[in-house]
């Protein structure tokens, strides 16, 4: 029985690694029915809505999406398109694992990174309560709540326990956000205490961002805050060859949305410049969900298998090659 799967392409780049990443889940042998539905610039010319309820009604068909890279306007705009879909759905958790793929000649390629991001998505700063209190003084409210700490350290631990990961680290800056930041931490400690067979560390954030960039390879599992979260999973990113190499998720109680982190693109959008491999990896995570391990695991081998040759790699990772025949190499090996 085919599984039915909301698709979202995107802006820029987006439709590119999204028609790519169809290939390579279609050539694993997996059968999907792919309800396609647009979001971003497209949607808006389409409909005049930058989110049209047509991506919440697929989602509410299928439980699970795959999305490519939606542009945000900076500083004015459009909300994004990427938060206003957690908060609606309630996808809770941001997870993100960042791992060395073989060959990519990195600074940190000698080092064995494999870590995982558990961040916290549907409030912190990010709930985005903002008001001007007097003309040129402009307020935002950072919300921390007990519910949301808990379940994001759940999840943490849970994962951990279950993949037989050494260590959760909780990044936190309870040093001067005593109450907020602390209630963070007090929940992280809570939870810790009812999985004594993991080990359990706390950092403050902007030490975790030293420590990450000089020992990356003694990190295990992290769970932060929302805002925390952001910043620290792109600098994970940047050990492994940046945000065109890993995927991420976005995981509620009912919903899962699967997406390539990256930005859009434009300037090199239509081009087949554009590297898939982290919708590709993302769609991985999306198999992984779906009960489709097997799969998954042969396109995660033979993109390592790419990876390692080096012969069919694009631009941004030292590569001469376009989509088209990074992709056409990963379906060849599958």
């Known amino acids: 029985m085919a599984h039915k799967i909301t698709l979202i392409p995107g802006d820029g780049i987006g439709p590119e690694v999204a028609d790519a990443t169809v290939r390579v ?22 409909t005049g809505k930058y989110l049209p309820d047509t991506v919440y009604e697929s989602l509410a068909r299928t439980s699970v999406g795959l999305k490519g890279p939606v542009g ?20 809770f958790v941001n997870f993100r694992p960042v791992k060395m793929l073989p060959g990519l000649k990195t600074r940190f390629a000698d080092l064995p990174v494999d870590l995982v991001i558990f961040r916290e998505n549907t409030e912190d700063l990010y709930a985005g309560i903002e008001h001007e209190v007097v003309p040129g003084v402009v307020e935002s409210i950072k919300i921390i709540t007990r519910m949301a700490s808990i379940r994001i350290a759940k999840e943490a631990f849970k994962f951990a326990a279950k993949h037989n990961r050494r260590k959760v680290t909780a990044i936190h800056k309870a040093n001067i956000m005593k109450m907020s930041d602390g209630l963070f931490l007090r929940c992280c400690r809570e939870v810790a205490a009812d999985f004594p067979q993991v080990e359990y560390a706390e950092l403050i954030v902007d ?10 390879e003694t990190y295990d599992v992290l769970v932060l805050p929302n805002l925390y979260g952001d910043i620290v999973s792109d600098l994970a990113a940047g050990l492994v060859g940046g945000l065109g190499i890993v995927p991420g998720a976005n995981l509620g109680d009912t ?3 699967f997406e390539a982190v990256h930005g859009s693109a434009p300037d090199i ?42 012969k069919h790699l694009t631009g941004d990772v030292g590569g001469s090659s376009g989509t088209a025949a990074f992709t056409d190499a990963v379906v060849s090996r599958l």
């Open 207 to 216: 030490n975790a961002c030293m420590q990450m960039v000089m020992r990356p």
């Open 255 to 257: 919903v899962a949305v």
């Open 269 to 310: 959008a239509g081009k087949g410049l554009a590297n898939p491999t982290a919708l590709i990896q993302s769609a991985c995570l999306m198999l992984d969900h779906l009960g489709e391990r097997v799969a998954a695991t042969r396109i995660r081998r033979a993109l390592e298998g790419v990876y390692r040759e080096g």
């Open 72 to 91: 945000t306007p900076v500083g004015g705009g459009h909300p994004s398109v990427n938060v206003a879909l957690r908060k609606k759905l309630d996808l």
């Open 25 to 46: 889940v279609e050539a694993a042998g997996v059968g999907i029915e792919w309800e396609r539905v647009d979001a971003g610039i497209a949607a808006e010319r389409a």
